[in-house]
């Protein structure tokens, strides 16, 4: 559990796979035409180790987008016969047939047998213990729960609600029991309620209404849920809001529901930021909602992700402090990702590795702001600066990218020995590095904000945009670093995933290296 440290932070971190997916629009259909499938499962067969594709194997053609500069084949596929659950992927050939690239998990460690240890029923019992109804039908199907190392036997528990709309689909081990993923399958209609925000101004949040009453879950966003903690303690330990009308809160702190419209609103967009940005569903990638607590303590500065309850928790901060409800848009992000984080990289909570997750969810939690584009909260390079009561983001903010060491704690600059400060400080090189290599060196004001950047070489950089940043910073979390990665690997696993977006001759690559230089990161 990684915790929001006052004057330098924002805390917490925990298995996870990336599956990237195309949404694409067909120019001209999507018919599974004979020779594209074929030159297709052709170039998947010629590929087949991007793919974790060899024998036992079958592919099923599902779409056919055709394109003036070529096509895309989103394929299904089997093993042994049975459905690859998250095998899935997307083939991307040119106008003559040849292989452009693929989106898709890599798919490894298929079980040797598909002979199931846990009957079917004992499979659905573990299923039904953590639903929170009452189970009224279900089923079982044998099928791969696809991985990049481990695609374990699985049974497919479907189960539909004995009253009432509900509906889950979960994957139990066959081998141990162990519950491996659930999500919804049955999704009933939001209500589109009105969250009147303390930091975002009136926005939409999705709730629920049922027997007359109305609860603050959305069943959008993976049954995503606000909790009123009520001052106490515990992990996961709360009442879900509930109330006679779709209206939450009234812009004050002093209404209970007012930071569970920001915390709403704040997780919806951190949610809607990596799944439109990334495809990842998710937290875990999974489908499934984390959930937010609010209310937690008595004047509690700061906020927190625990992995054990898969939630997040929001302090009330305090008038001594000078700080309001820790739930703007930044800090709900900044959360969130610890969660991202422990599901990929794993990054270590100490030394280099600790500052690097710290400073992941500084970058993502940055943006969610900018996704966001709320003109009552409007996208900075600064953390924190919306739950200061003195609202002054030229001086009041948790940290700030451009120029870290401003905060008084925070590093500009890598120096061997970074790794034995605390984590949010050490945190200021991977910041300070995300800015130069968004916005580049030197002053300049964005958003009314002014910005002045320094680099530890003396250098100057011309930034290629926080969008390919974050996008090469996201592909070296999911896919380069490990628990125990530190800046220097950090440095190696952004210059590949550069190289792979972009190419190692194409400015994007070039400004990554000269932006690792300049916060004292080199070979």
């Not at 004057?7 to 067909?26: F, H, K, P, Q, Y």
């Not at 959360?335 to 599901?343: A, D, L």
Request: glycine residues 12%; contains cysteine; proline residues 2%.
């Amino acid at each position: 559990m990684k915790r929001f440290h006052r004057s330098a932070a924002l805390g917490a971190a925990a298995l996870g796979t990336v599956v990237a997916v195309i949404a694409a629009t067909a120019a001209s259909g999507t018919t599974t035409s004979h020779s594209g499938v074929t030159g297709a499962k052709s170039q998947v067969a010629h590929h087949a180790n991007r793919f974790g594709f060899g024998p036992g194997q079958a592919l099923l053609a599902r779409a056919n987008y055709h394109y003036q500069t070529g096509s895309a084949i989103r394929f299904d596929r089997t093993y042994k016969g049975l459905q690859i659950i998250r095998g899935d992927f997307v083939i991307h050939l040119s106008p003559s047939g040849a292989f452009r690239y693929g989106n898709g998990m890599r798919i490894g460690g298929l079980p040797a047998s598909i002979t199931p240890k846990l009957s079917a029923a004992a499979a659905g019992a573990d299923a039904v213990k953590a639903l929170h109804y009452a189970v009224g039908s279900k089923s079982a199907k044998l099928v791969i729960f696809g991985g990049r190392n481990a695609s374990p036997l699985a049974w497919q528990i479907t189960t539909r609600g004995k009253v009432g709309i509900h509906g889950d689909v979960s994957y139990v081990s066959a081998t141990t029991g162990r519950v491996l993923a659930r999500w919804a399958t049955v999704h009933t209609a939001n209500d589109v309620g009105k969250g009147k925000t303390e930091y975002s101004g009136t926005v939409a949040v999705n709730d629920v209404k049922k027997n007359g009453k109305y609860k603050l879950q959305d069943n959008k966003r993976g049954k995503q849920q606000i909790y009123n903690e009520n001052h106490g303690s515990g992990h996961g330990v709360g009442t879900l809001f509930t109330g006679p009308d779709n209206v939450w809160g009234d812009h004050t702190e002093t209404n209970v529901e007012t930071p569970a419209a920001d915390a709403a609103y704040g997780l919806a967009n951190t949610w809607d930021f990596y799944l439109n940005t990334f495809c990842r569903n998710g937290i875990g990638d999974d489908g499934i909602a984390a959930r937010g607590f609010v209310h937690y303590g008595n004047s509690y500065v700061n906020a927190f992700w625990a992995d054990d309850c898969f939630c997040m928790s929001f302090g009330d901060g305090s008038a001594a402090s000078g700080i309001s409800p820790l739930t703007s848009l930044d800090v709900a992000g900044h959360e969130m990702t610890h969660g991202v984080t422990s599901r990929t990289a794993k990054l270590v909570y100490a030394g280099e590795s600790g500052g690097l997750n710290e400073s992941t969810s500084d970058v993502f939690g940055t943006m969610v702001e900018w996704y966001a584009d709320n003109n009552n909260d409007v996208p900075d390079y600064v953390i924190g600066e919306e739950i200061f009561r003195q609202y002054d983001p030229a001086n009041n903010y948790i940290r700030r990218m451009d120029h870290p060491s401003l905060d008084g704690g925070s590093k500009d600059c890598w120096y061997n020995g970074v790794g034995n400060v605390d984590v949010h400080y050490s945190s200021g090189v991977g910041n300070h590095l995300f800015y130069l290599l968004s916005e580049g060196s030197g002053a300049k004001t964005i958003n009314g904000i002014s910005y002045n950047s320094p680099t530890c070489d003396g250098s100057t950089i011309k930034g290629i945009g926080r969008d390919k940043a974050a996008a090469i910073w996201y592909k070296a979390l999911t896919e380069e670093w490990v628990s125990t990665t530190n800046y220097h690997a950090a440095r190696v696993g952004m210059l590949n995933a550069a190289k792979a977006l972009y190419g190692q001759s194409s400015v994007e690559y070039k400004t990554t290296n000269k932006a690792w230089a300049a916060v004292s990161v080199t070979p």
